[in-house]
Structure formats: C-alpha cells, structure tokens
C-alpha cells in the first residue's frame, strides 16, 4: 500500500465513469425534459463512485478492458442513484438533503422524483442488454450478469433489505437483523459490483469465490462504517439532524446495537477478512486493497 496512490486511482477513475455516464445519459435528452434533469441531478450529486469503481478494479485485476467493463459499472451506479432518490422520499427515510445538497424530490417534486428513480433502474438494464454489448461479450455471460444484477438488487437483495429495514423502525433488533439489513440494502450491490468485474474480466472459478468472500466482506463494513458516520453526525452532508432522526425513528444500526467502539472493531475485523482473500493476488490487488482500506478508514 506504500507504493500505491489509491487516492488518484479514485480520482481517475471517478473522472472516467462520470464521462461515460453523462454519455449515456445525454441519448435521454430527447425525451421529457424535466424527468431528464431530474435523472441528470440525482446521477451527478457527488457520489464516491464506489460500486463501479469496485466493478472496474476487480475487472483490471483480471485484464478485463474498459470498454467491456464500463457499461455493467454505469449500470450499477443508476441502480444505486435510483435507490437513494427512492430512499429520501416521505415514504421512506424522509430526507431533505443528499451530500449537503437538496434532495431529488425537493428539487423536482415527489412524482417526478419517483418516476427519475424507476427511469434510472430501467436504462440500467437498457444499457446492459444493448445490442453492442451482447456482442462484445458472450451472450451467456451477459444473460448470467443481467439475472445476478437484477437478484441484487431486487427482493433478494437492495429492495428486501430495505423493506426489513422499514419494518425494523422503532423496533428493538438484534445484530443478526441489523447484518441481514445491511448484507441485502447495502452490500448486495458491493458484492455485485466485485462479482461482476471478476467475471467480465474472465476469473477462475476460485478466484471468483475469493473476490466473492472479500465483496462481501467489502459490503458489510461499508454500511457499519456508514453506521459509524451517522453515529458521529459525519455522513452524506446530513450531520446531527439525520442523526437525531435516526435515533427518534430508532433504525437498526451497528453503533445502536452494540456500540461504537464494538462497531469500529467490527469494521476493522472485516478489513483484515478483506485483505486476506485478496493476498494471493500479490500487487496486482492494490486498487482492491486501497479500496478496501478507504472504506475502513473513513472511521477512524
């Protein structure tokens, strides 16, 4: 990790997926204009990137190409814009802001914000089925990464964990329910995004379960370190009012169930489970690794 600059890998490949994204995006300006801008805003409000850096870095990590890469990476990064201008909603978590700016549907109305958020999760899988990718790659291939993208981020994944997640309010939960949550909400699209890159980019059975296990490890300690944030009043711009809403609706936290200081252990456990399954890749796994610790290590 001496030797590898993850902050500029992030940088560079933030700046690579912003410019494929406003790619694609720019076809939906033929259609209705203030859906487009809505889309156009939720898409580009700051976020880190992660999921489709993720994809990119376990793809490189096999010598997966850019161009075979790109569209899976971009599609994942609507389906996880889509779910956080669902999730700010009155009906659901009730949120002004979004990364210190104004939530989707306090710029554009509830309706259009909605409607932006299923546009966003249709032109994924639109994007993913184009003509041009089920010829660059083998069909199969993309039949298998479009039923295992669509798992993750359905009711066996993102949208069950967010249900369980709604039921959870107000409720006292154990741990093993806080995990459910977060494996499904959160980490089903993490370890999706590791999966994804590793196939495309042609993984061994094996290797593939090794980036498996350190996805889902990934997934898991990114929701608790985002638990962690929110517990200090640090996360997504919302500060000490989301955090003062968490415990009034009382929502299943790590920090709220077991504490902060078990939480910060717990997250450093999952970074060394991280490391471990990707050490046989020796510096090639850099990118991952840097990863792996930026996650961590916005807790400390």
Do not use: W
Request: charged share 25%; hydrophobic share 40%.
């Amino acid at each position: 990790m001496s030797t590898f600059d993850i902050e500029n890998y992030l940088k560079e490949r933030k700046s690579l997926i912003d410019r494929s994204l406003d790619r694609y995006l720019r076809e939906s300006k033929k259609h209705p204009q203030t859906l487009y801008r809505a889309m156009h805003y939720g898409v580009f409000s700051g976020g880190k990137r992660l999921r489709p850096i993720l994809l990119l870095a376990a793809g490189e990590l096999f010598g997966g190409k850019h161009r075979f890469l790109l569209p899976f990476a971009c599609a994942l990064e609507l389906i996880h814009t889509y779910s956080i201008i669902h999730d700010d909603l009155p009906a659901l978590d009730n949120d002004d802001l979004r990364r210190g700016e104004l939530a989707n549907h306090k710029v554009f109305g509830e309706g259009i914000a909605l409607l932006a958020g299923d546009a966003l999760l249709t032109e994924a899988f639109h994007l993913m089925s184009r003509p041009q990718v089920m010829e660059a790659l083998k069909p199969r291939l993309v039949l298998e990464a479009l039923n295992e993208i669509a798992h993750a981020a359905g009711i066996g994944g993102m949208v069950g964990g967010q249900a369980v997640d709604l039921e959870a309010e107000g409720q006292e939960v154990n741990i093993a329910t806080v995990e459910y949550i977060h494996v499904r909400k959160t980490g089903a699209l993490i370890l999706t995004a590791a999966r994804m890159g590793a196939r495309i980019g042609g993984a061994t059975p094996k290797e593939l379960s090794r980036i498996s296990r350190f996805g889902e490890f990934l997934g898991l300690a990114f929701q608790i370190a985002d638990d962690i944030l929110d517990a200090r009043g640090q996360s997504g711009g919302k500060g000490g009012a989301r955090q003062a809403r968490d415990r009034e609706r009382k929502k299943a936290t790590y920090p709220s169930v077991v504490g902060l200081a078990a939480s910060k252990a717990r997250v450093q456990e999952l970074l060394q489970h991280c490391l471990k399954e990707i050490e046989l890749f020796g510096k090639d796994a850099d990118p991952l690794r840097g990863i792996a610790h930026y996650v961590v290590e916005r807790t400390l």
